[in-house]
């Protein structure tokens, strides 16, 4: 029921700005007690949670990527976007949105898209 889908360019120019967008069906972006994730997983290594906005409206940011790193949503379509600044060859990543509920884990992904910083 719950389908998350990221969207946006595969290729990204270094010092460039990534932009996704996370289009969302099943269920609403500000229901109470939701969290609305980016994570990303560069090759060969883990995952790395970005950060993310809640149902309220609220942003948090992993310390790492803080400053370079902005969550927001558009409630109207339903949709949450990154757009993560200055980017270099170390950001190619897949990066997947996901969502959860309070103090669960990340319960429903999408399916990731691959986005690659070259120039």
């Known amino acids: 029921q719950v389908q998350l889908q990221e969207s946006g360019p595969g290729l990204v120019k270094p010092s460039q700005t990534l932009s996704l967008t996370c289009t969302v069906s099943?269920?609403?972006?500000?229901?109470?007690?939701?969290?609305w994730a980016w994570i990303r997983q560069p090759p060969g290594k883990g995952l790395e949670w970005m950060g993310h906005?809640?149902?309220?409206?609220?942003?948090l940011y992993s310390p790492s990527l803080k400053s370079r790193t902005s969550i927001s949503r558009d409630t109207f379509k339903n949709q949450f976007s990154l757009q993560l600044s200055s980017v270099s060859p170390e950001d190619t990543a897949v990066y997947f949105c996901?969502?959860?509920?309070?103090?669960?884990?990340?319960?429903?992904w999408g399916q990731g898209t691959q986005v690659t910083v070259s120039s």
């Open positions: 996901a969502t959860s509920g309070w103090q669960t884990g990340y319960n429903y």
């Open positions: 099943g269920t609403s972006i500000t229901a109470g007690s939701s969290y």
């Open positions: 906005i809640t149902g309220g409206g609220s942003d």
